[in-house]
């Protein structure tokens, strides 16, 4: 296998860690988002969306999307389970990692990307220019506080996100909060279940990769 990652960009982050998790070392190839790499031909022609990470299979096969590399290495390397065991328990990571993608990723880039001078004309990602819309800047921080606040109450009582094991729920969650925090929208003071929640992940040791 062959993964494309950006050590500077969250969405990475999270096959980085699921990766660590399992226990699975493989070749690692640095994708330069600041220099434009992944929007050259070659990459192109590897992930036509023009984003990181990717996840090359052994057959060739390219992913990517966080969600299609957690299911493939879950389906090819089922120890330690990151996806839930019964169907409950996956119905409820999957539950958990799309509210996190849909109300709190999503927002969050909408924050980031349409205040950020660095981004103009860059709005989303992708080989398309799209330009800033400074009013889903100020919804996207809106909604990001409301996600905080939901966060925090599915975490009070709870030492995992979604079930009572560690999950792709929790990996996901963790890189946008750590990555919220880098643009200045940090977990509330008051949220003491989801500052705890934070604390116990960042000791695992995937969290450092």
């Known amino acids: 296998m062959i993964f494309y990652d950006c050590h500077t960009a969250p969405s990475p982050r999270r096959a980085r860690m699921f990766l660590a998790e399992k226990g699975l070392d ?19 022609e590897l992930n036509p969306l023009g984003t990181v990470p ?9 992913l990517y999307e966080n969600l299609a590399i957690a299911t493939y290495l879950e389906a090819t390397t089922p120890k330690p389970p990151l996806l839930g065991t019964t169907a409950e328990e996956k ?10 993608d849909q109300q709190f990723a999503v927002p969050l880039m909408d924050a980031f990307r349409n205040s ?18 400074p009013e889903l800047a100020a919804r996207g921080k809106a909604r990001v506080d409301l ?6 109450k599915q975490l ?4 995992f996100l979604a079930i009572d094991a560690f999950s792709l729920a929790d990996i996901s969650a963790f890189v946008i909060v750590e990555f919220a ?14 500052r705890d929640w934070h604390g116990r992940v960042a000791e695992r040791p995937s969290a450092s990769v």
Do not use: C
């Not at 990717?54 to 390219?62: K, N, P, W």
């Not at 119905?91 to 996190?100: F, G, I, R, T, Y």
């Open 26 to 44: 493989v070749e690692a190839r640095e994708v330069d988002l600041t220099k434009g790499e992944q929007l050259s031909p070659a990459f192109l």
């Open 54 to 62: 990717v996840l090359v299979t052994d057959d060739g096969t390219a």
């Open 91 to 100: 119905a409820l990571v999957m539950l958990w990692n799309s509210l996190v």
């Open 116 to 133: 950020h001078p660095k981004m103009a004309g860059r709005a989303l990602p992708g080989p398309e220019s799209f330009e800033q819309v």
């Open 147 to 152: 996600f905080y606040t939901r966060l925090e």
């Open 156 to 159: 009070q009582g709870r030492e």
């Open 181 to 194: 925090g880098m643009l200045r929208m940090p977990i509330p003071e008051e949220n003491t279940a989801t």
